[in-house]
């Protein structure tokens, strides 16, 4: 079967006969091995770029001698950027640690631990703003009004023990040591609740709304 190749060669030997024999078998040589160096697409592009044999052996009759166009340069290969690596905080892994850091850090570290998370909670991207606003805020809050209720029933208490004292209200009642005094107690109560329970759950909730949602 006569591929395009063979078929140019053949055209170019006939071209070649008045061409002296030994610059005729440099050009036939360096033609040949070039195009059975290709595939057969190439080889059809590279013998439409050197162009008729007939021209060939008129080049090479020329005191200046034949020269070959140059081959066509490879095509450079496409460099495909990697993406850059996303920051750790962009991470799942990050947000993570720190909605655990945020609910079981103040037990570790006291206090300490607690901000900790919070700084982290507040780098990872992985929440919305308002998320991390009602993680942070609601067990400040609650912690600050209980606070507030527990100071205000202490000073209502020691008012009425005053009063008394001063010999101008009833006479004091003798309290059970082993009965605790719930309008002093309750408060405490509530902010040993408060922190055991609403702070962890505060991040283990970052954790319920991340469900789903992927690195960005």
Same mark, same amino acid.
């Given at each position: 079967?006569?591929?395009?190749?063979?078929?140019?060669?053949?055209?170019?030997?006939?071209?070649?006969?008045?061409?002296?024999?030994?610059?005729?078998?440099?050009?036939?040589?360096?033609?040949?091995?070039?195009?059975?160096?290709?595939?057969?697409?190439?080889?059809?592009?590279?013998?439409?770029?050197?162009?008729? /044999?007939? =021209? &060939? #052996?008129?080049? !090479?009759?020329? @005191?200046?001698?034949?020269?070959?166009?140059? +081959?066509? %340069? *490879?095509?450079? /290969?496409? =460099? &495909? #950027?990697?993406? !850059?690596?996303? @920051?750790?905080?962009?991470?799942?892994?990050? +947000?993570? %640690? *720190?909605?655990?850091?945020?609910?079981?850090?103040?037990?570790?570290?006291?206090?300490?631990?607690?901000?900790?998370?919070? +700084?982290?909670?507040?780098?990872?991207?992985?929440?919305?703003?308002?998320?991390?606003?009602?993680?942070?805020?609601?067990?400040?809050?609650?912690?600050?009004?209980?606070?507030?209720?527990?100071?205000?029933?202490?000073?209502?208490?020691?008012?009425?023990?005053?009063?008394?004292?001063?010999?101008?209200?009833?006479?004091?009642?003798?309290?059970?040591?082993?009965?605790?005094?719930?309008?002093?107690?309750?408060?405490?109560?509530?902010?040993?609740?408060?922190?055991?329970?609403?702070?962890?759950?505060?991040?283990?909730?970052?954790?319920?709304?991340?469900?789903?949602?992927?690195?960005?």
């Amino acid at each position: 079967m006569m591929t395009a190749t063979s078929d140019y060669l053949a055209r170019l030997d006939v071209a070649l006969r008045d061409v002296p024999h030994g610059v005729a078998a440099e050009i036939r040589a360096g033609i040949a091995e070039e195009l059975q160096s290709l595939d057969a697409d190439a080889a059809e592009a590279r013998i439409a770029q050197l162009g008729d /044999p007939a =021209v &060939i #052996a008129r080049e !090479a009759l020329d @005191p200046d001698g034949y020269t070959p166009p140059p +081959a066509p %340069a *490879a095509p450079r /290969p496409e =460099v &495909i #950027a990697s993406p !850059a690596p996303l @920051p750790v905080s962009h991470s799942r892994g990050f +947000a993570i %640690a *720190a909605a655990l850091t945020l609910s079981f850090g103040g037990y570790l570290v006291p206090v300490v631990g607690w901000f900790v998370g919070v +700084a982290l909670v507040l780098l990872s991207s992985m929440w919305r703003t308002w998320e991390k606003l009602v993680a942070i805020l609601v067990p400040v809050v609650l912690f600050g009004g209980l606070m507030l209720f527990s100071f205000a029933a202490f000073t209502t208490t020691g008012a009425v023990e005053v009063h008394e004292a001063s010999g101008t209200g009833t006479p004091p009642e003798v309290e059970n040591p082993l009965v605790p005094n719930l309008l002093l107690a309750g408060p405490h109560f509530l902010i040993i609740i408060a922190v055991a329970v609403v702070i962890p759950l505060s991040g283990l909730w970052l954790l319920w709304r991340m469900r789903g949602r992927s690195a960005s």
